[in-house]
């Protein structure tokens, strides 16, 4: 590849996609998607990364005819842009979004009532309402919170989901080990603050993550730790 990195090939393909000599841009891209593409568990189960990658291309990247986006050719011009991560988050929302419509094989368009309150015990031991939902539930928070579900159950270690059962449901049973009240306070503490950061990176609304919390934390995490 000489001196040029990674990304310059990919950008010469973009900026050039008809010119055989910037295969190996094509070629890097294709890599990188087929790694990020690895992380979608239902995505790997119900589609081949090869078939996704050509509509990332035509849908996303290029418009008719193989004509770059204007909106990437004016980030890739802007020598101020990160242009590396510009291109990791638009795969990320791609494959996101093809998620979701995946996921929306399982449910139908029928709402689902709700009339429950999610209620967390603070510090000292009185009880508060974090969120009421709605008694109808939309479609998308129910997809959303089924795919915090399925991204914790990839991304939060064994005593991370422990301890978010703990969290929410107030039972140290969960820990599978005897600890003390203040170990298991700090726990949950340091988990606090790296589920704020979760939420926020991974762009998923309050109510997605309260309505995981009612639906699937029980059933699909925490169950397996009683």
């Not at 929306?104 to 939902?133: A, C, H, M, S, V």
């Not at 422990?162 to 140290?172: A, G, Q």
């Not at 600890?179 to 939420?199: E, G, P, W």
Request: a neutral charge.
């Amino acid at each position: 590849m000489g001196n040029k990195d990674s990304f310059s090939y990919i950008i010469d393909f973009l900026l050039n996609p008809h010119n055989p000599d910037n295969i190996t841009g094509y070629e890097i891209l294709f890599k990188i998607f087929v790694k990020e593409f690895g992380k979608y568990e239902l995505l790997k189960k119900h589609t081949e990364p090869e078939d996704l990658f050509n509509d990332f291309l035509t849908k996303v990247l290029f418009k008719q005819n193989f004509s770059l986006n204007p909106t990437l050719k004016e980030k890739i011009k802007d020598k101020s842009t990160n242009i590396v991560s510009y291109i990791y988050q638009a795969i990320h929302n791609f494959l996101r979004t093809n998620q979701r419509e995946i996921l929306k094989k399982y449910y139908t368009e029928e709402k689902k009532p709700r009339d429950t309150q999610l209620i967390q015990e603070n510090e000292e031991g009185k009880e508060f309402e974090i969120l009421t939902i709605n008694k109808d539930v939309s479609l998308v928070i129910i997809i959303e919170a089924k795919e915090i579900s399925e991204t914790i159950k990839k991304e939060f270690s064994e005593t991370e989901q422990r301890t978010l059962c703990y969290m929410f449901f107030n039972d140290k049973n969960f820990f599978g080990e005897n600890i003390s009240d203040d170990a298991a306070y700090k726990r949950k503490s340091r988990l606090k603050s790296s589920l704020t950061k979760f939420v926020k990176e991974k762009g998923f609304s309050l109510e997605g993550f309260t309505y995981f919390v009612q639906e699937y934390l029980m059933s699909e995490i925490c169950d397996k730790f009683r």
